[in-house]
């Protein structure tokens, strides 16, 4: 791809202000024969809308050729993600509406490149590519290629478990572990199984489906049974760890912030040889009754710090799934910190009274 650059060119496009205007620029970014532009610019250019919104520059294609007029800062991030976004379409990526505002995002708010976080594939499995689709989601890929334990942490719909998962299918395809073991605290919503009608299958069952949805996303669901016959996957309940050395394994507790600290640490300590662990879960959903301390907010005061532990933290960004999750989370985490900070205005207002 060749990048020019031209200066002076007066352009139609947003409005700029007046020492935008003074020093707009213009650059030219020639895109590779045999690079068709469709695949690029998306069907009707709506790709190329989504660009020209996000940004106070003009942009033109003719041809194979882009010419971006604007300052030299918005234009010099719009070159750059042509770069990255020519650079993930010759490694196989399909471009969408989601993963070009990721790209965009990514070059506003981060150094790292989109061509090398949207690119990084974890698992092919049925006709798709697991990978990450954010920059927090690639440190978390990479902290569990590198560490023993890592936590997952943050709001729902930011990939924790099922990254994980992917992680952890593919260490057993790569032969890296003998075994997969998935698990859950049994309590939710409120819920105890005691007081829950059917068997015990009946009973755990729904705590677990999530965890065997994603298993059917990612492998053949003829090998599923087959599998957890033999001992390969297991998915259970926390209190089925109790007593057990795991080694050998991947190990996946999901929903970690409805365990107590004494199953937490009863979890962390099953740890055998050539294992791994992950943690993932949300602060913010904790289903704990009559005010229980989490094991979750716990752990991390007690093991951040320690080599070969690493805690990876996610957020509202991170959330891959409907544009309108993200907002929920950002308006759910406002309305609980006015919430927590109320009690604090009354005490003021109640010395300012004395």
Known sequence: MTVGNEGGEQAVGPPMSESQEFHKTQAKVVIPDGQPMVSLLGSRDELLRVIEKAFRADIHVRGNEITVTGSPEESGVVVRLFEELVELVTSGAVLT???????????????????????????????????????????????????????????????????????????????????????????????????????????????????????????????????????????????YMRGRTLNDAFIILDEAQNTSPEQMKMFLTRLGFNSKIVVTGDVTQIDLPGGQESGLKVVQSILEGIEDIHFSRLTSADVVRHRLVSDIVDAYGRYDAAIASEPREIAKRSRGRR
């Open 97 to 239: 509406t989601d993963s070009v505002e990721r790209s965009i995002a990514m070059l506003r708010m981060t150094t790292d490149r989109p061509a090398e976080v949207l690119s990084l594939d974890i698992l092919s499995s049925r006709g798709r590519t697991i990978r990450p689709k954010t920059v927090n989601q690639k440190r978390y890929v990479d902290a569990i290629d590198k560490h023993t334990v890592v936590f997952g942490i943050g709001p729902a719909g930011t990939g924790k478990t099922y990254l994980a998962m992917a992680k952890a299918v593919k260490a057993l395809q790569n032969k890296h572990v003998n075994r997969i073991i998935l698990t859950r605290p049994a309590v939710e919503a409120g819920e105890r199984l005691g007081f829950l009608p059917g068997t015990l299958y009946e009973k755990i069952d729904p705590y677990l489906r999530p965890l065997y949805d994603a298993l059917h996303d990612m492998l053949d669901p003829d090998s599923i049974p087959r599998l957890m016959a033999a001992g390969t996957i297991e998915v259970a309940p926390l209190a």
